[in-house]
């Protein structure tokens, strides 16, 4: 157990539709990260806030958001889904902002877009 | 662009012997390189990593090598046990990128008793 909880575990939702990720990261950890990981990729990097504020930003579209909460909770938005969404997305936290310092990932939330 | 490879996607070894996992990649740029290992139903998790000026770091039975000139990257476990199978993910950094993980697609170790 990691201590990086992401509900909900399972998703599935109609194309066009919009859906909200939620992760709580480990206590003390100031950094959270979001991946994605579709069938046979690597993951994919989407964004990282630390302690409030978008820190690095990678291949994230325009129809995703996200943001990091004063508990430090973290969501992620993602609107007008389309069927290639289908996906596992992932948060990891970190104590700092570094992001080659290790990160503690969440068991990931299973988005099915039909 | 695949920056980070796994040509491998997957890799069968006998319980006792070594694997090597192997990765490659394009940019000479990364200054840190890292290694996740994930079991099915959980996330990745950390395992080993290796800065740039390095060319070998070992933790027990876990063996990073760095060969900048050949832009190769293998992870070697010694003796291979079979709670070592999993999917292992090389990652590399690079503080210019935006400060970002790029992840290779993956390679799946089983460890045969």
């Known amino acids: 157990d990691s201590g990086v909880t992401q509900t909900p575990k399972h998703l599935i939702t109609a194309t066009g539709q919009r859906v909200t990720l939620r992760c709580s990261p480990r206590?003390?950890?100031?950094?959270v990260y979001w991946y994605q990981q579709s069938l046979d990729q690597g993951l994919q990097f989407l964004i990282q806030y630390y302690n409030g504020e978008e820190r690095a930003k990678g291949n994230i579209l325009e129809r995703f958001s996200a943001q990091q909460f004063p508990d430090l909770h973290s969501e992620l938005n993602l609107s007008s889904l389309e069927l290639g969404d289908s996906a596992l997305y992932f948060c990891a936290s970190s104590p700092s902002a570094g992001t080659y310092n290790e990160q503690f990932f969440g068991p990931g939330t299973r988005l099915t877009v039909l | 662009d695949q920056q980070v490879k796994q040509n491998s996607p997957s890799l069968s070894v006998q319980e006792g012997r070594i694997s090597i996992l192997n990765c490659d990649y394009t940019n000479s740029m990364f200054d840190y390189f890292l290694w996740y290992k994930k079991y099915p139903a959980e996330g990745p998790t950390f395992l080993i990593s290796i800065s740039s000026i390095k060319d070998k770091n070992e933790d027990g039975r876990f063996t990073v090598f760095l060969n900048k000139s050949a832009k190769h990257l293998s992870l070697h476990i010694v003796p291979s046990q079979p709670g070592d199978s999993a999917v292992y993910f090389c990652a590399a950094y690079w503080k210019s990128s935006g400060d970002k993980l790029t992840f290779g697609t993956g390679t799946r170790l089983a460890v045969r008793p």
């Open positions: 206590s003390g950890d100031l950094s």
